[in-house]
């Protein structure tokens, strides 16, 4: 499973996921990862609340494949960097207005809130579950360092199994792996976590920076379509 394969079974980017550590990812603190045999089907056994305030980078990882968005909230306020530090990054911020940017052509374009290409949420990381719920099944495995950690198995299958790590602190998944199952054996397919997680944003954050030219929405859309086109086919 290749990563926008991967993404496409997260309902986001729509691009993604939102989850979020009060102190950072998961720690490598002592692991206690033993069964405790308790089953949950069709509910979630944690409660999950968005901090209103926060930000973090989020990694999705498919064999030696990396990828990374950020996302930060300050109550109302919102920021999502789809395709961190790449040529093609495109940063969604919304507010009273919704603005998109694309930095590497120094330009963007203003819209209403909640069209395509909506920023990263809530439903990043969670959304699938939440899309899923009925279908669910949970079990305990134990604490892993100060995490909680359990087993998700979707449409009451065998073949394949999620791991989720929940902060219980933060209420909050902050790391979930996928599986692919077969003859007894399981296949990390993708790893989606949140890294570098603070409860403190900088107002400049959410801030239009200066010396950006603005043009239509469908403009944006066209040049970063033809970026797209460019870096999968580079000129000799």
Not at 44 to 58: C, D, R, S, V, W
Not at 158 to 185: C, H, T, W
Request: aromatic share 8%.
């Amino acid at each position: 499973m290749n990563l926008s394969t991967a993404a496409k079974a997260l309902p986001i980017f729509i691009l993604c996921f939102s989850l979020l550590s009060a102190c950072s990812g998961p720690s490598g603190g002592n692991t206690n990862s033993a069964s405790t045999g308790a089953q949950t089907s069709g509910e979630f056994p944690f409660e999950i609340a968005e901090p209103p305030t926060y930000q973090a980078k989020i990694v999705m990882t498919s064999g030696d494949v990396e990828r990374s968005s950020f996302i930060a909230r300050s109550g109302e306020l919102r920021r999502t960097d789809h395709r961190l530090n790449t040529p093609l990054q495109l940063t969604v911020i919304s507010g009273e207005r919704e603005v998109i940017i694309f930095p590497a052509l120094g330009i963007y374009a203003e819209r209403e809130s909640g069209g395509a290409g909506q920023q990263l949420g809530m439903s990043e990381i969670t959304s699938w579950l939440f899309s899923q719920r009925s279908f669910a099944e949970f079990e305990s495995l134990g604490k892993e360092g100060e995490l909680d950690k359990y087993s998700v198995r979707i449409d009451r299958g065998d073949a394949s199994e999620v791991i989720v790590f929940y902060d219980p602190a933060l209420k909050m998944p902050v790391r979930q792996e996928f599986y692919n199952v077969a003859d007894g054996e399981r296949t990390l397919q993708m790893k989606t976590e949140l890294r570098e997680v603070t409860l403190q944003v900088e107002p400049s954050l959410f801030a239009l920076p200066p010396d950006l030219k603005q043009v239509a929405e469908q403009e944006l859309y066209r040049q970063m379509q033809m970026a797209m086109t460019r870096e999968a086919n580079p000129q000799p």
